[in-house]
């Protein structure tokens, strides 16, 4: 019998955690974070600190970020209608990715918007980003068979 000693295992917590956006801290490393997301993260007018300010006055408890040694990882901006969820620009940092931190966000908005009441959400996938339809797959949304259409209002 070998007596080679072997430390036992060690068991390490996350050394991230999940908490609301604070829009006057975090805008920035939000923005940045979206803009290096990649093709399926499109940054456009509802994203300047104005329109995200007037996002918070409904549901400031729906936008989240992972946060990891004093930065932001990344980030997830959901909303609630009443009747139906909506995921917007959830994102991982590229250096940080395939560590839990997207599913720890998903996880978590999914666990407040039943706590809300919600029956059901959405959320859009743009064609350039394919890839991350088994993410979602594997976290149970599935693609649905509808047309999305859209107008704007600005002038
Ligand atoms: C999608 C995204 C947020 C996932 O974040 P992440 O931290 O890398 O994901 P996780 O580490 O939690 O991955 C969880 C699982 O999904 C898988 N996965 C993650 N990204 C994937 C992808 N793009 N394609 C396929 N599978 C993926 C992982 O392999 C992992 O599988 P496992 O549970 O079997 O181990 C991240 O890839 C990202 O920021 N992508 C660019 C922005 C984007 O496209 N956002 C979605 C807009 S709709």
Known sequence: ???????SPVIRPPSFFIREFDLAHDYEAVLALWRAAGPGIQVGPSDTQEEIAKKLTRDPDLFLVVEEAGEIN?????????RRGMVYHLAVL?????RGLGAA???ELESRFKAKGC???YLLVVPE???VLDFYRKRGWGVMDVY???KEFRE
């Open 129 to 131: 980003n394919p890839q």
């Open 105 to 107: 966000l998903l996880t």
């Open 119 to 121: 029956l059901k959400s």
């Open 148 to 150: 999305v259409m859209g």
């Open 74 to 82: 990344g980030a997830v901006l959901g909303g609630f209608d009443g």
């Open 1 to 7: 019998m070998s007596n080679i000693h072997r430390p």
């Open 94 to 98: 590229p250096e940080q990715r395939g």
